[in-house]
């Protein structure tokens, strides 16, 4: 069974992973009308991702006896002011979302929540792989550069980022 405190915590998780998702399918939004086809790509796939965490924390809820909110998304970016920072505002939210993992985590600690605890390792392993294919791809920024064909470079190996662990 779950504490209160555990399950308020895991629903405000499935809400951040759900706004994680809808951000995603705005950045592939964005990419895809300013010509950016594999970043459109990539969001897409991140956002397929970030809903596939949605229901696992939706559904361990569920298997532990508690009430899984289904959660409403509000404040979803449209519009961006440039290629770059769509990418700077995906490392950020990875960041955030680690954060709040880690703020899980310590609760699960303090309460002696040991199947929570062995429930979130996943999602603290994956977090690894999420900031830092979002860190690969903005140093694609640096590397590459921006002046002439660089965005359509970068585009082009956003395709490619890959993560071995
Ligand atoms: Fe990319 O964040 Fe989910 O867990």
Known sequence: LLSTEIESLLNQQVKKEAHSSSIYLSMASWCDRNGFDNS????????????????????????????????????IKIEYNSFREI??????????ITQSFKNIAARCHKEQDYV???????????????????????????????SGTGHWEIDKHVGKINYDS
Not at 87 to 96: P, R, S, T, V, Y
């Open 40 to 75: 459109a790509t990539y969001f897409f796939k991140q956002s397929d991702e970030e809903r596939h965490h949605q229901l696992k924390l939706y559904k361990y809820l569920l298997d532990m006896g508690g009430t899984a909110i289904s959660p409403e998304i509000a404040n």
């Open 87 to 96: 990418f700077e505002d995906a490392l950020d939210q990875e960041i955030a």
């Open 116 to 146: 929570t605890m062995e429930f979130l390792n996943w999602f603290l392993k994956e977090q690894r792989e999420e900031e830092y294919k979002a860190r690969r791809a903005l140093e694609l920024f640096e590397v590459i550069g921006e």
